[in-house]
């Protein structure tokens, strides 16, 4: 199993320009997540898929739209890129049953730079 | 509401020396906590769950609930334990689930 998949890596962006982030999980996880990452402040939650066909805003949406492709996809959107939104992204997943525990897997993070 | 405190931005101990990261929560509910820990510029993997009660890498946690703590200890520090530790706490119910993190303690062991 790969686990969490991001694509891509790294990405430089000016300001204005669109992007997607894709992220996709094969451990047939129901819940899907983006964070942003910034120095000092943690992981702060931009959006949330409790499952398939939903998804909800985090602490952080403003600037950003996302989309549940299916059970495995969840994809972030940046519409028109500002240099407030250069960060490391990071997408998780976490498995239905919150009886075996609920901690996320995450990805390896995708380091954007808006100029 | 929820939150979750690190006190400390930055750790830094001598190789064999004991080491405590403190996480404090505020939450309403049952807390669930976790211990993530980031090396560097590499993805976050989780540490401990304070519902597993176990020991990692040598790195163990208490859920205090009377403190509102969980602090991650281990009592001889390793250079190779370098890297950002985060706390985070699980909330919601149904299947929104959700964690809240500490903003990190930067732990740095020294030869």
């Known amino acids: 199993n790969a686990g969490v998949t991001q694509t891509p890596k790294f990405q430089v962006l000016k300001t204005g320009q669109s992007m997607t982030l894709q992220c996709a999980q094969d451990?047939?996880?129901?819940?899907m997540y983006w964070y942003r990452q910034d120095p000092g402040m943690g992981l702060r939650l931009i959006y949330y898929?409790?499952?398939?066909?939903?998804?909800d805003k985090g602490e952080v949406p403003n600037g950003y739209n996302v989309s549940r492709l299916n059970k495995r996809e969840f994809s972030l959107r940046l519409e028109s890129a500002a240099p407030s939104q250069t960060s490391v992204y990071f997408c998780?997943?976490?498995?239905?049953?919150?009886?075996?525990?609920?901690?996320?897997?995450f990805g390896p993070g995708t380091r954007l730079t808006v100029l | 509401a929820q939150r979750v405190t690190q006190p400390e931005k930055l750790l830094s101990v001598f190789k064999g020396a004991p080491v405590e990261l403190k996480c404090n929560y505020s939450?309403?509910?049952?807390?669930?906590l976790f211990w993530y820990v980031q090396y560097s510029r590499q993805r976050l993997q989780l540490l401990l769950r304070?519902?597993?009660?176990?020991s990692i890498k040598g790195f163990t946690a208490d859920l205090n609930k009377g403190e509102t703590s969980f602090h991650l200890k281990k009592p001889f520090a390793q250079e190779e334990d370098s890297a950002m530790y985060y706390c985070?706490?699980?909330w919601g119910g149904g299947s929104n689930y959700k964690l809240t993190f500490g903003k990190g303690t930067l732990l740095t062991v020294n030869p």
């Open positions: 998780a997943s976490k498995r239905r049953d919150a009886s075996l525990g609920n901690e996320q897997f």
């Open positions: 451990m047939n996880h129901n819940s």
């Open positions: 898929s409790a499952s398939e066909g939903t998804t």
């Open positions: 939450y309403s509910g049952s807390p669930e």
């Open positions: 304070h519902i597993s009660r176990e």
């Open positions: 985070a706490l699980s």
